[in-house]
């Protein structure tokens, strides 16, 4: 399953979530032994500057709350560049770090490669449309095996349902990770690091909660996101869990529409 997928607006009429009529179920949060070591003892940490640099000089809120990256004006040596700082970053022992440190990893690793992957392939309008480029090899832009670390080849796939998912149970990863298509959650327009995750995350939770293509009441219905069908055990597992996170981060208008929404009688919603 693709993560473009799992980006449409589905639409949540009272309490229940409803699905596409062919729903296709999302990627299981599988964990890879491998990647749960980790050494809370050591002090080391990681240099994510040239991530953070590509970021602020190419990564730009519009004014529709979108945040867009300027593919087309990368310079040729920013690209070489990027491509350095992938080299670099793919070749730490991170099983070494901490688990903070390796959060912000994991995190940056997967919104460089996926911005790369698009650069590499740019023009094109969307991540998706480089699936059928990839169609001879029987995989995907998510599943196909993009970068090394520690020996082992990974893909975009493995960093979110095999890494981070099943490590840290935080479903406010789904903020974090960008998929290139209009409908995700924004790429920030900073990189994550040790000292500034917590705060991102909550940046991008509250962000995405109150952007129309997150959350909104229209016409006597909570329309959300597709993050929050497919990934719903993430959420809590249950459609009050949804809707308590959605409470959670939701500004004062968008509160006050779900507080009308759910206190009325289930026959008049």
């Known amino acids: ?24 179920a999302a990627p299981e949060a599988t964990p890879w032994p491998k990647w ?13 500057g040239g991530w953070d640099r590509f970021l602020k000089k190419y990564a730009h809120p ?5 945040v867009r990256v300027a593919y087309g004006q990368v310079t040729p040596e920013d690209k070489q560049a990027l ?68 020996g082992e080849e990974l893909s975009l796939d493995d960093m979110e349902h095999r890494i981070l998912r099943p490590v840290w149970h ?7 990770l960008n998929c290139a298509s209009m409908g995700c959650p924004n790429l920030q327009p900073l990189a994550y690091t040790a000292a500034n995750t917590e705060v991102l995350l909550e940046q991008g939770a509250h962000s995405y909660v109150n952007h129309p293509r997150g959350a909104r009441v229209e016409n006597g219905q909570l329309k959300v996101s597709s993050i929050y069908v497919w990934y719903k055990s993430d959420f809590g597992g249950t459609d009050a869990a949804v809707i308590s996170h959605l409470k959670r981060y939701a500004e004062p208008a968008l509160a006050a529409a779900l507080i009308r929404l759910f206190s009325m009688p289930p026959g008049q919603r």
Not at 62 to 66: A, E, L, M, R, V
Not at 93 to 99: A, F, G, K, L, M
Request: aromatic share 10%.
């Open 1 to 24: 399953m693709n993560m473009s997928a799992l980006r449409r607006t589905v639409a949540v009429a009272a309490f229940a979530l409803f699905v596409p009529v062919v729903a296709i």
């Open 36 to 48: 749960e070591a980790h050494n809370e003892a050591s002090n080391a940490s990681i240099d994510h």
């Open 83 to 150: 491509a350095q700082d992938l080299e670099r970053m793919t070749a730490l022992p991170i099983s070494t770090y901490n688990r903070v440190e390796q959060r912000a990893y994991w995190i940056d690793l997967y919104n460089e490669v996926t911005v790369k992957f698009v650069l590499d392939h740019y023009p094109i309008p969307s991540i998706k449309d480089t699936a059928g480029l990839m169609k001879l090899f029987a995989s995907t832009p998510w599943s196909r095996k993009l970068v090394t670390v520690e």
């Open 62 to 66: 519009s004014t529709d709350g979108i």
């Open 170 to 176: 935080d479903p406010r990863i789904h903020y974090a």
